[in-house]
């Protein structure tokens, strides 16, 4: 990993050049909030954000997407349908994503590789050059980052950007980000000033973020395997509204659904794939009719263990990062870092 230097008067000049070639997104502010969106001039960007009402996970997978297009064979063909992929493999930029979610980009990676493959995740993720920011102070009220472990990122990201006052220092952790920023920008080599700059920077910003959990991140999955059975569940069921804020939020869920969509006149269509939320009522339903989670507390229990026990057990990672986003849209104050400081305090003997 190389360490270069951007001044801050020379990143328009970075951002417009990056834009001539690729589409370049990143935090803007909207309404009094902070969104990922197109940014096609420097003045739009908003490195300094606090954190963003959707992660930048909805480049990588859209809310909606078209898998395949098909159609009816043509009179001089055999008998049948044929299908069309359609790939999404436009040269994109995610330009100042946090390290809650460069975390949260690289599980998704782990789990669109793991297994049957999924093709049109990973051709747009092969198309798209990360760009990190380190946060220097908490961006929310309800992150919690320090908790997860995701304060900090040492991989799956392109370039690094850490804010020194008057410039940038820039990470580079892949030959793909080495060639863009000598190709877009003025980034020089950092010296010795610049490094004992850096250090101190870093230093410095670990006193601001509280730990807010009650116990070791690490041990949340040996939490979760105590309390399947816990009287907890039943109270944020009671809660709970159903209304999947949570899921759709979320940087790390990848639940989806899959449905055709036919033209009017039956010749043509498109099989489309849509997010999904595992606190709607119909999730777990299948076709006979039996709903396998048909309680608000079983789906409950369900994010919460994703979250804490099943995705560790499968990527050894957790499942949350800590952005805090859920807390932030529950409308009854479903938090994650209350739940397992609940469960903490219920189980720890």
């Known amino acids: 990993m190389t360490l270069k230097i951007i001044d801050k008067g020379a990143m328009a000049g970075f951002v417009s050049s990056l834009a001539q070639q690729y589409e370049v997104v990143g ?7 902070f969104v990922f969106d197109s940014i096609t001039d420097y003045t739009q960007l908003r490195l300094d954000y606090t954190t963003t009402i959707l992660p930048p996970k909805k480049y990588l997978l859209p809310q909606e997407e078209v898998l395949f297009t098909f159609g009816r064979r043509s009179a001089s063909e055999s008998e049948g349908l044929s299908a069309t992929p359609a790939f999404d493999t436009r040269a994109r930029v995610i330009l100042g994503a946090h390290t809650c979610d460069i975390h949260a980009m690289s599980l ?22 990360i ?19 995701t304060l900090t990122a ?7 950007l850490i804010d020194l006052g008057e410039a940038y220092a ?45 116990f070791d991140g690490a041990e949340l999955p040996n939490l979760m395997a105590l309390s399947y059975k816990d009287p907890l569940w039943d109270e944020l069921g009671q809660r709970c509204l159903a ?12 639940c989806f659904n899959v449905a055709d969509r036919i033209a009017l006149d039956g010749k043509t269509g498109e099989r489309i794939r849509l997010w999904d939320s595992c606190q709607l ?6 076709a006979t009719g039996e709903n396998f989670r048909h309680k608000r507390s079983q789906r409950q229990r369900h994010r919460f263990f994703r979250k804490g026990k099943y995705i560790p057990d499968m990527h050894s990672e957790l499942g949350c990062v800590g952005c805090g986003r859920c807390a932030r849209a529950c409308l009854v104050d479903i938090t994650p870092v209350g739940v397992w400081n609940a469960l903490y305090k219920a189980h720890a003997s």
Request: charged share 25%.
């Open 27 to 33: 935090p803007r502010a909207k309404q009094g909030q």
């Open 108 to 129: 998704l990676d782990a789990v669109f590789a793991t297994g049957q493959r999924d093709e049109h995740y990973l051709k747009r993720r092969a198309a798209t050059v």
């Open 131 to 149: 760009i990190g920011i380190e946060c220097l102070q908490p961006c929310d009220e309800h992150s919690f980052c320090k908790s997860m472990g």
């Open 154 to 160: 040492e991989k799956g990201f392109d370039l690094h």
């Open 170 to 214: 820039v990470e580079t952790a892949t030959a793909a980000g080495e060639t863009l920023l000598s190709v877009h920008s003025a980034a020089r080599p950092a010296d010795q000033a610049d490094v004992a700059l850096l250090n101190q920077v870093l230093s410095e910003k670990w006193p601001r973020f509280p730990y807010k959990l009650d």
């Open 243 to 254: 209304c999947s804020s949570c899921n759709l939020v979320c940087p790390t869920c990848y």
């Open 281 to 286: 009522d119909e999730f777990a339903r299948v």
